[in-house]
C-alpha cells in the first residue's frame, strides 16, 4: 500500500484514458530525436569535448553565474553567439525550456501584451504565466487574428508594448510561421517579435543561424535551443544588450540557477564554429528532408518545409498502435496525443534526423504505406 494514494490514483486515472506515460529506452533507427545533424554522438563534438577537457575547461560551474559559476566559456560563447546571430548580445542558459520561462516571465512589463500563437511550446506558457503582462493566443499562424487582438486590446485601453510569441518551425505540426507578416505588423505596432527557433537553428538560414536571421529592422528576441540541431544541451537567448542585461538581473531560471556547464559551452561554441566552416551539413540536411518530402508523396503525411513530419491518425489508439508496428520493424517512432497536440490529433511525429539514410526513409514509408492500408489496425 502506497504512502501517496492521491498520486497513485492519479497515475491509475491516466492509465484508464490510456495516457500513462512510460520511459523508453531509445531503440531502432532515429525517426524520434531532434538532432537533425546527428551532432549528438558525432566524432566531431566527441572530439570538441575531449580538446576542451583537455585544455581544462571544468565540467561544472559549481555555482550561479551571478556568484563564482561565470566561466570565460560562457562569455566566450555569448560573443561568438551574439555574432553569430547577429544580435547586440546573448545569454547562455541551461536549457531551452528554462530560456523561456525566463523570456516571458521577466521582459514583458505589467501593462504589455503577450500575443503568442495557438501552438506555442509549453515552456513559452509556463514563462507567460508567472509574468506580469496580459496574455492572449491567436488562430496558429493567422496574422489577421493578432492584428485584430491588438487593435481591440488597444480600444480596451492597452497601452503597453506588445509582444508577439512565435516559433520559426512549430515542433510538433513541422509547419513553419509566416515570419514576414508577423514582421510587418510587429513594425507596424512597434511590436517586439518572440521567435522560438528551436527547430530552425542550425538547419536555416544561411550558416544556420535560422529562419529570423533575415529579418531586419524589428524588435526581435530570439531563442537558440543547443539540445536540438547542435547536438549539446542548453540555450541561447538573443537579443538586445538592455534585454541580455535584464535577464541577468531579473531572470529567477538564470540568477537562481547553477550555471550551465563550462565544457557545454565550449561545445557549443565549437558547433557554432562547425556550421560556418561546414556549410555542407546543413545541404545535406536539406537534401535529406526533400527526399523524405518526395517519397512521402501520397501518404496523407502533411508535408512542411522542416525536418518534421507529422502523421496525423486522429485517435490515440490507432496512433500507439502504427507507432508500436514500426517500433517492431526497428524504426523510432513516437506517438504524440494529447495534451501535446490538440484532441483528436495524435499523430506520429517523423522527424528526419541525421541519423538516417535515404534508404531508412524509403523504408519507414513503404511500411507507413502498408499501415496505412490496414486502416492502423
Ligand atoms: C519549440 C521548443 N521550445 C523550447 C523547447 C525546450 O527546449 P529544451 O529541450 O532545450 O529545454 C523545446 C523542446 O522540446 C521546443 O520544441
Redesign the pocket.
Known amino acids: 500500500m502506497t504512502a501517496f494514494l492521491r498520486h497513485a490514483e492519479r497515475l491509475q486515472a491516466l492509465e484508464t484514458r490510456g495516457r500513462l506515460r512510460q520511459l523508453a529506452p531509445a531503440r531502432g533507427r532515429d525517426f524520434a530525436s531532434?538532432d537533425y545533424l546527428g551532432l549528438a554522438g558525432s566524432e566531431f563534438l566527441r572530439r570538441a569535448m575531449a580538446e576542451a577537457l583537455a585544455r581544462g575547461v571544468p565540467v561544472g560551474a559549481a555555482g550561479s553565474r551571478l556568484l563564482r559559476g561565470n566561466h570565460p566559456e560562457h562569455e566566450a560563447l555569448e560573443a561568438e553567439a551574439a555574432r553569430f546571430f547577429g544580435t547586440e548580445a546573448a545569454l547562455f542558459m541551461g536549457?531551452?525550456?528554462?530560456?523561456?520561462q525566463a523570456i516571458f516571465s521577466s521582459l514583458p512589463m505589467a501593462g504589455d501584451l503577450v500575443l503568442h500563437d495557438a501552438l506555442i511550446?509549453a515552456?513559452?506558457h509556463e514563462g507567460m504565466r508567472l509574468g506580469p503582462a496580459h496574455v492572449a493566443g491567436f488562430r496558429h499562424n493567422d496574422v489577421e487574428h493578432a492584428r485584430a487582438m491588438i487593435a481591440e486590446w488597444r480600444a480596451s485601453g492597452g497601452r503597453g508594448r506588445v509582444w508577439i510569441a512565435l516559433?520559426t518551425v512549430?515542433?510538433m505540426e513541422g509547419d513553419l510561421a509566416p515570419l514576414a507578416d508577423f514582421a510587418a505588423l510587429a513594425r507596424a505596432e512597434e511590436a517586439v517579435l518572440v521567435l522560438?527557433e528551436?527547430?530552425s537553428t542550425g538547419l536555416y538560414g544561411p550558416l544556420g543561424q535560422g529562419h529570423g536571421a533575415r529579418l531586419t529592422d524589428v524588435a526581435m528576441v530570439a531563442?537558440h535551443?543547443?539540445?536540438?540541431a547542435l547536438g549539446g544541451?542548453?540555450?541561447l537567448i538573443c537579443a538586445d544588450r538592455v534585454l541580455v542585461q535584464t535577464l541577468v538581473n531579473r531572470a529567477r531560471p538564470f540568477v537562481f540557477a547553477t550555471a550551465p556547464s563550462p565544457l557545454m559551452a565550449a561545445s557549443m561554441r565549437a558547433v557554432i564554429a562547425h556550421l560556418q566552416g561546414n556549410p555542407a551539413c546543413i545541404a545535406q540536411a536539406a537534401a535529406l528532408r526533400a527526399h523524405a518530402h518526395m517519397a512521402g508523396r501520397g501518404l496523407g503525411l502533411s508535408l512542411p518545409e522542416s525536418q518534421i513530419l507529422p502523421l496525423v491518425i486522429g485517435d490515440d489508439q490507432p496512433a500507439l498502435r502504427a507507432a508500436a508496428a514500426l517500433q517492431a520493424e526497428g524504426f523510432d517512432i513516437r506517438a504524440i496525443r494529447p495534451p501535446t497536440v490538440p484532441k483528436g490529433s495524435a499523430r506520429l511525429r517523423i522527424s528526419v534526423t541525421g541519423n538516417v539514410t535515404r534508404d531508412d526513409i524509403d523504408a519507414l514509408f513503404a511500411l507507413i504505406g502498408d499501415l496505412k492500408e490496414r486502416g492502423y489496425r
Open positions: 531532434n536549457g531551452g525550456f528554462q530560456a523561456n511550446h515552456s513559452a516559433e512549430y515542433s522560438d528551436a527547430h531563442l535551443t543547443c539540445g536540438k544541451s542548453g540555450a
